[in-house]
């Protein structure tokens, strides 16, 4: 699985320099159907979803339905959240890292990404940080390769 670092970095720095804070853009609501979010065809079973937004999956869709990011990565926002490599912490290093890794151990791993089960403003953010131990229906996982 990927750090959590190198998800950041492959999700929010695809368009360049400046991150997005969405993964449409800046703003709410998205101006077009990109990805598979809590959507108009899923309010019967989210607490949340986006008005006036229909990607017309009420559940997971097919890995890449939509567009690949500038990467040509699939799925990095919208579908299932993703387990990380890394540990869950809430301690922040006030120092700059460079490809940091999370703790060496822990009882939750991070779960990045927003899903089909997401449709509030935070948990639509490229920012938006879960944790968990146990399989759920939202989350799943990417391979990624580590070389030295």
Known sequence: MP???EWAWAARYARGAKPS???WGDNMPPEEIHAN????SAISMVPYHI???NDTYRGPAPVASFDANEFGIHDLAGNVAEWMHDFYSIETPKEQLTDPLGPESGDYHVIRGSGYMHGRFSELRWTYRDYGDLPRADVG???A???E
């Open 145 to 147: 390769r580590y070389l």
């Open 21 to 23: 804070r969405f993964p």
């Open 51 to 53: 008005n006036g937004y």
């Open 37 to 40: 979010y809590a959507d108009e």
């Open 141 to 143: 996982f990417r391979v």
């Open 3 to 5: 750090t959590e670092a």
